[in-house]
């Protein structure tokens, strides 16, 4: 069965969402998410591309841009080979870094617009949140803390533990 066409913007704006395949790590360091940036600037300033917003977690990317209806799978062709290509070399490995092609929502509103960007901003908020949940509970385990004792220690909220 053939694949959905996408659906094309009349704003020329995007939520871009790329994942790993099997929900894997792309990202396996600073310098992974280091390289893909610059990979995604480089192409932002050679092709009709405007990038809104982003955010970078260790299995999948957001991204909001703005670009016109013929250049997006052109853009996101050339960026996935480029960093697929990075990533095999970096980690000797092969196979299939993304999961199926990337997923592109149209956002048609500007009230859209402003809470697709809150969404993936928020994200990145998320992330970090989880990193210092497994912080705590590995200075917990080494210091025969609770993580009631440890948030009060630091003046954390132990809802958000």
């Known amino acids: 069965m053939p694949r959905a066409a996408r659906i094309m913007s009349t704003t020329g704006y995007y939520h871009i969402i790329m994942r790993g395949?099997?929900?894997?790590y792309i990202f396996k360091s600073e310098v992974h998410k280091e390289y893909f940036m610059r990979?995604?600037?480089?192409?932002?300033?050679e092709?009709?591309?405007s990038?809104?917003?982003w955010c970078l977690m260790d299995n999948h990317v957001h991204l909001i841009i703005k670009t016109e209806p013929e250049m997006l799978a052109?853009?996101?062709k050339r960026l996935n080979i480029k960093y697929a290509m990075y990533y095999y070399r970096r980690n000797?490995?092969?196979g299939h870094v993304f999961q199926d092609r990337f997923i592109s929502e149209p956002i048609e509103?500007?009230?859209?617009l402003m809470n697709v960007i809150r969404y993936v901003h928020s994200k990145e908020l998320n992330d970090d949140q989880i990193k210092l949940k497994e912080l705590l509970i590995e200075l917990s385990e080494k210091n025969g803390l609770s993580k009631k004792q440890i948030a009060a220690e630091y003046g954390l909220s132990i809802s958000r533990v």
């Open 21 to 24: 395949q099997n929900k894997e």
């Open 47 to 49: 092709e009709k591309l």
């Open 109 to 112: 509103s500007d009230k859209y």
């Open 74 to 76: 052109i853009v996101f």
């Open 39 to 45: 990979s995604l600037n480089i192409i932002e300033k």
């Open 51 to 53: 990038i809104v917003a």
């Open 92 to 94: 000797k490995s092969l």
